[in-house]
């Protein structure tokens, strides 16, 4: 039997000493100077950003709607992408896929087994019967939406439920993912927007990881994340940046700069989780307000 995923992940972190994710969201129009803006040029750009950035991070996370819009070319770009990245880091597939069934599990098939990534985003909207194929696997993870980076997640998210004592949907389903890690590679999402909720979700879940978008281009700070990210031994938060790194130069330099924002990432991240910083009270008790009726929301 494999190494469950979660027990991979953490082993990967302690090596690397980092926490950075870098999302590969590739806009060909985006592409620097010199380089084609088609499928040719998507993927020098992305072997690019690999090579310069392999040795600080812990995973690189391919956004499979950018590969998609590429059209026939979307299967050799991802294989290109996997295929680039060390087969000793983390590759996670931003999907976001949920569904029943042999649905589900043709999805599980299609991200593991054919095209071999590690982990995936799944939503987890129609239950537990839903999440299961992606978990059956332990070596495989399931990184699950709790509490997403965009203003819009407060719509669902933010709902609260009074069967659960008035808890918000997002804390439900951060208690629910942690009863469903039995095989040990269940995490979660949590958006770097939403420090207050981060944390909370720490509290509830000790011992998942959370993956952490929402970094840089949308108003997250990677420090702050991984501070109230991490578990207590400096591992478990995943913490992604994408345009940030990506688009660091329009130039010839461009894998110079996207390698110094990586670093720079890395580097202020690994300060905070390697001093132990506590979370300080007044930002649980923030989520607590907001986790509160009479707080208005």
């Given at each position: ?26 806009d060909p ?158 995490g979660l ?49 995943i913490v ?58």
């Amino acid at each position: 039997m494999s190494e469950p995923f979660n027990a991979r992940l953490r082993a990967v972190q302690r090596r690397t000493n980092s926490a950075l994710c870098v999302g590969l969201d590739v806009d060909p129009a985006r592409l620097p100077a010199g380089l084609s803006q088609d499928h040719h040029g998507f993927e020098r750009f992305v072997r690019g950003i690999v090579d310069a950035t392999a040795d600080v991070v812990c995973a690189y996370k391919p956004n499979l709607a950018f590969y998609e819009a590429m059209g026939e070319h979307c299967y050799s770009l991802l294989r290109a992408t996997l295929d680039a990245v060390p087969g000793d880091l983390i590759t996670i597939a931003d999907a976001k896929r949920g569904d029943i069934g042999t649905t589900a599990e043709r999805y599980a098939t299609a991200i593991f087994d054919v095209l071999g990534f590690d982990a995936m985003t799944v939503n987890p909207y129609q239950g537990a019967d839903s999440v299961e194929p992606y978990i059956r696997d332990s070596g495989h993870g399931a990184l699950i939406l709790c509490k997403t980076s965009n203003p819009g997640s407060a719509d669902f998210q933010d709902l609260r439920s009074d069967d659960e004592g008035g808890a918000p949907l997002w804390e439900i389903i951060a208690r629910r993912a942690a009863g469903w890690n039995g095989r040990g590679n269940v995490g979660l999402v949590v958006g770097a927007t939403y420090p207050a909720q981060l944390a909370r979700v720490r509290e509830l879940a000790p011992d998942l990881p959370i993956l952490v978008p929402g970094v840089g281009a949308q108003g997250g700070d990677a420090a702050e994340s991984a501070r109230v990210g991490a578990a207590p031994d400096g591992t478990l938060a995943i913490v992604s940046a994408s345009r940030q790194v990506l688009y660091a130069s329009s130039g010839p330099d461009w894998q110079e700069a996207a390698r110094r924002e990586a670093v720079a990432l890395r580097d202020a991240m690994r300060a905070v989780t390697a001093r132990g910083e506590p979370v300080e009270p007044h930002v649980l008790r923030q989520a607590q307000d907001e986790r509160t009726p009479s707080a208005g929301r």
